[in-house]
């Protein structure tokens, strides 16, 4: 046995030298700062020149020769992207790529339900981490001041307090997989068109007021680890290198010790990218007169340009390891943490949050004369027509396009309720393939699509038209905006010729911008849904016919035309500027905060949804008459649900200054709260 022993001390003793004297950039038990600064004192300086530019589309190189590992990215916000191969914008064909995909951010806004966007994130996060992704590209927070930006559905609406309270809980429920969240666009990218070059003016107050603090907010209180810059300018430096905005505001002033990315080609100086707070710099394209040359990435701004600059002296080397410190934070939060989850993904739970963020969602606008819910049974046929019915929407819109394993449409949905022998189903117009810079023909013809609408809408007892915007060009679609507020594709005109034989009929709009409604006095049913992802048919059955009882909330005003918003008040130079620069004239008084302002009532109100049943509220009181701005305000007050459906209240609460010495929003959303009741049950 002593023989043994000793030979298995002998044995043991080099492995027990090897871990002491594990580099400290390797050994986790020392202090993450630490081991970034043994990292970097190891780091030869083309080493660390690497590791600030991309190597392919979405990765950047780690060092190899240390064993730090690459890091690897994915958009976007609503769930894992597919593949791409490794140097251009192609979809890599894999077989293994497909996700859950989740409702757009606008949808996950309007359930004001702060626990279900932790769960929302991670969700997210364990499918990120599950396809080897160490950065997840979103959230998008970037406030909706403009009902025609074609990205508006990828963010939170236009109040900050809404878009602050609910990004900070996604965030923390992705990156607790080890995966960071990196919150865009940095900032003031509030419309698509002219996006990548477009200077934007604003006031200090509006830009501290409104359009920072949802990005603050995920900073101080998510602790994000990674941001990306924004294309535009702003006070004409380049938001993804910007002395403000990144080094005085982002990290100075907010304590950001994460990365800043670009966004995909927003890097334009080797100079100010160094000076400026930019940390990894990709999809530079980089002869900057067209599209990426393949394996181009020695010339990107932050290699070898920036290499010689710091070779000749010019440059301080110093610049280049502020960044690598926060590029090394970052491995060690996830590639090089070995204690991370390992994710998963196409789960039942994954399915499920799905489902309850879309539920959660959808927003009831109009119901009259009970119109809804449609329980089964009350009609024998039920007219669907609207080309969103079946149209995968989880396709186009740009950069958050997925690939979902399920995408249950709203036909299926409604099918899968009713019943095939109930429904009827037109198309009654038609889009092209989505496309990020054309609208492609359809291939149908439009007259006989409503023709053969029309003919159904006549034998059905009820109709309803699912209709709206897609991901289309122009449509909700990255990279340019919608041209006027209008549904597209005839639908008006459809709804008009609908109605004509048909009065029982009901309107869904899926979109994630306001669209204006010349027919809504001519309905009794309205409900404003979303991209709403893998399980849009469950959700949006689930509440046309009660299973659900409605509370989502609108994240942003619905305007009855587009000169009532505020963007579109002050003419070409507020929106959408000359193509060189951009003045937002309506200043902090964005949304509702215009339409109070200038007393124009919206179509619909931001914070406004029906339910299926009825809340009273009596015995408001607060426990100040006054306060100063800085204090908290206790508000009570006994709410119950008088109806007989089970139902959640959305309780907002908003706040006004009497006399302020500066022009205030004549209100503005400072609380909120989700409380959910049985008929009859009271909460205090
Ligand atoms: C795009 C988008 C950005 C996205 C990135 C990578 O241009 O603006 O949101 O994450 O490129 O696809």
Redesign the pocket.
């Known amino acids: 046995m002593r023989k043994f022993c000793s030979l298995l001390l002998v044995f043991i003793s080099p492995v027990l030298m090897a871990v002491a004297s594990l580099p400290v950039y390797l050994d986790d038990s020392k202090p993450i700062e630490e081991r970034i600064e043994d990292a970097l004192s190891r780091m030869t300086l083309e080493e660390k020149i690497a590791m600030c530019h991309a190597q392919s589309k979405?990765s950047t190189p780690g060092c190899p020769r240390l064993g730090i590992p690459e890091i690897w990215?994915s958009?976007?916000p609503h769930g894992v992207?597919m593949e791409f191969v490794w140097d251009d914008w192609e979809h890599a064909g894999w077989t293994n790529d497909s996700c859950t995909a989740y409702p757009a951010l606008t949808c996950l806004a309007a359930t004001f339900n702060p626990e279900l966007s932790y769960l929302y994130g991670k969700a997210l996060g364990e499918e990120a981490r599950f396809r080897k992704k160490d950065i997840i590209?979103?959230p998008?927070v970037n406030i909706y001041r403009t009902p025609l930006s074609g990205?508006n559905f990828?963010y939170m609406g236009e109040d900050p307090f809404l878009s602050s309270r609910m990004v900070v809980p996604y965030i923390q429920g992705v990156q607790q997989n080890g995966v960071a969240a990196?919150m865009?666009?940095f900032v003031l990218?509030n419309q698509e068109k002219w996006?990548d070059v477009i200077n934007v003016e604003v006031s200090d107050r509006a830009l501290y007021e409104i359009y920072l603090p949802a990005f603050k907010a995920g900073v101080t209180e998510g602790n994000i680890w990674a941001v990306?810059g924004?294309?535009n300018k702003y006070k004409h430096e380049y938001c993804s290198h910007n002395d403000l905005l990144i080094n005085k505001i982002l990290k100075a002033d907010w304590g950001f010790d994460g990365v800043l990315v670009t966004?995909?080609?927003?890097a334009h100086d080797t100079e100010q990218a160094a000076r400026n707070g930019l940390d990894i710099e990709?999809?530079t394209w980089t002869n900057g007169l067209t599209w990426g040359i393949s394996s181009a990435y020695d010339n990107y701004y932050m290699a070898q340009p920036f290499l010689k600059k710091i070779q000749s002296g010019e440059l301080p080397e110093s610049l280049l390891d502020e960044k690598i410190r926060r590029i090394l934070r970052l491995g060690y939060r996830t590639n090089m943490n070995k204690s991370r989850p390992l994710g998963c993904k196409l789960t039942p739970e994954h399915t499920e949050i799905s489902r309850k963020v879309a539920e959660e969602g959808i927003v009831l606008l109009k119901n009259q004369k009970n119109f809804f819910p449609i329980e089964k049974g009350r009609y024998k046929k039920i007219a669907v027509i609207g080309e969103n019915a079946i149209k995968k929407l989880t396709q186009g819109g740009?950069?958050?396009e997925l690939k979902p394993q399920k995408e249950i449409t709203p036909l299926q949905g409604m099918i899968e309720k009713y019943g095939e022998e109930h429904i009827l189903f037109s198309q009654g117009y038609a889009s092209g393939p989505p496309d990020y810079s054309r609208e492609l023909p359809s291939g149908l013809d439009a007259d006989s699509l409503v023709v053969a609408a029309v003919e159904i809408a006549k034998e059905a007892d009820v109709v309803l038209f699912f209709g709206g915007l897609n991901k289309n060009f122009q449509q909700d679609c990255?990279?340019d905006d919608r041209i006027n507020m209008d549904l597209p594709y005839g639908q008006n005109e459809l709804i008009e010729k609908i109605l004509e034989v048909n009065k029982n009929t009901g309107i869904i709009i899926i979109s994630g911008n306001a669209v204006s409604m010349p027919w809504l006095n001519r309905i009794n049913g309205l409900i404003q849904s979303w991209y709403l992802g893998s399980q849009a048919g469950k959700a949006t059955a689930g509440v046309i016919s009660g299973r659900v009882n409605p509370s989502g909330k609108l994240p942003f005003s619905i305007p009855v035309k587009l000169e009532d918003n505020s963007a579109h008040y002050f003419g070409q130079m507020s929106y959408p500027g000359d193509s060189i620069n951009q003045y937002y004239m309506d200043d902090i008084f964005v949304g509702y905060r215009w339409h109070d302002r200038k007393k124009i009532k919206p179509q619909f109100p931001f914070g406004y949804g029906l339910s299926y049943t009825t809340f009273h509220y009596e015995k408001l009181s607060t426990d100040k008459k006054n306060y100063h701005p800085e204090e908290s305000i206790k508000v009570s007050f006994m709410i119950s649900n008088e109806g007989e459906k089970a139902g959640a209240e959305i309780v907002q609460i908003y706040m006004t200054q009497k006399n302020p010495s500066v022009e205030r929003p004549v209100k503005e959303l400072k609380g909120f709260d989700k409380i959910y009741l049985q008929p009859g049950e009271k909460n205090k």
């Not at 966004?263 to 927003?266: E, I, L, Q, T, Y």
């Open positions: 979405f990215m958009d976007g992207r590209l979103g998008g990205r990828e990196c865009k666009h990218n996006r990306m924004s294309y966004d995909w080609g927003s990709m999809g740009g950069s958050s990255e990279g």
